[in-house]
């Protein structure tokens, strides 16, 4: 079983969709939960990050994370298509620790 | 902030030569520094993770012989491949993070075709 699961899609919404991606984990001590956004061959860009459950809002961009579910999202209002991207989950069980990557979500949207 | 840079962007070169990808960060100092390799539309596998000063930590796998990261200072890490193959075409990102922080920021990569 992978440490990180994450559906790759592809998903593809209209513009103005809210989009839903997702991660699911299967060590229950992962304490940091980041989102990167990774264009086509670029590197990632951090997203969002957060620290045990909760939520956490930055524009457009919501994450939650559920430990009890051990279960991830990101929210994207009103989305654009510039939001087209791949969606990277990464975790760590604490500072200094090293990332477990999710295998990414490539998401288009449609102008 | 927290910009990290690499050079070169993309590279060809000979099967059997070397070549060597810069990894820097231009507004910070990064005491650790990752290295990972990309295959396309699979997520990032990690290589190494090298801490300024010390010798660089391989991920089971990877041939520390082959895949040479120098970390010499607070703001450069490099990584080589020597000796390479066709099978080590790929896509190279470097990550940096700052002290114990949580997260890690991203190179742009550098895409590396052996032919």
């Known amino acids: 079983q992978k440490e990180v699961e994450q559906d790759p899609g592809p998903l593809s919404v209209p513009e103005g969709a809210i989009v839903s991606l997702n991660c699911t984990y299967s060590?229950?001590?992962?304490?940091?939960f980041m989102w990167y956004r990774q264009y086509s061959r670029k590197g990632p860009e951090l997203l969002m990050y957060t620290y045990s459950s909760g939520n956490k809002e930055d524009g457009r961009f919501t994450a939650q994370v559920d430990k009890s579910s051990k279960y991830i999202s990101l929210f994207i209002r009103d989305s654009q298509p510039s939001d087209s991207a791949t969606y990277l989950c990464a975790m760590s069980l604490d500072t200094g620790n090293q990332f477990y990557f999710g295998t990414g979500t490539s998401l288009t949207v449609i102008p | 902030g927290a910009v990290v840079s690499q050079h070169p962007s993309w590279v060809i070169c000979k099967s059997g030569t070397s070549v060597k990808i810069e990894c820097r960060s231009l507004d910070f100092q990064a005491t650790t520094m990752f290295w990972y390799r990309q295959f396309p539309k699979q997520s990032l596998m990690l290589m190494a993770t090298?801490?300024?000063?010390?010798?660089?930590?391989?991920e089971q796998g990877v041939e520390k012989d082959k895949f040479l990261i120098n970390h010499a200072s607070l703001t450069l890490s490099t990584l080589t491949v020597t000796s390479a193959h066709p099978e080590d075409s790929s896509f190279y990102i470097c990550?940096?993070?700052?002290?114990?922080?949580?997260?890690?920021?991203f190179g742009p990569g550098t895409r590396l075709l052996v032919l």
């Open positions: 060590n229950s001590a992962f304490q940091y």
């Open positions: 990550s940096a993070r700052m002290g114990t922080a949580e997260t890690q920021y």
């Open positions: 090298s801490n300024e000063g010390s010798k660089a930590t391989y």
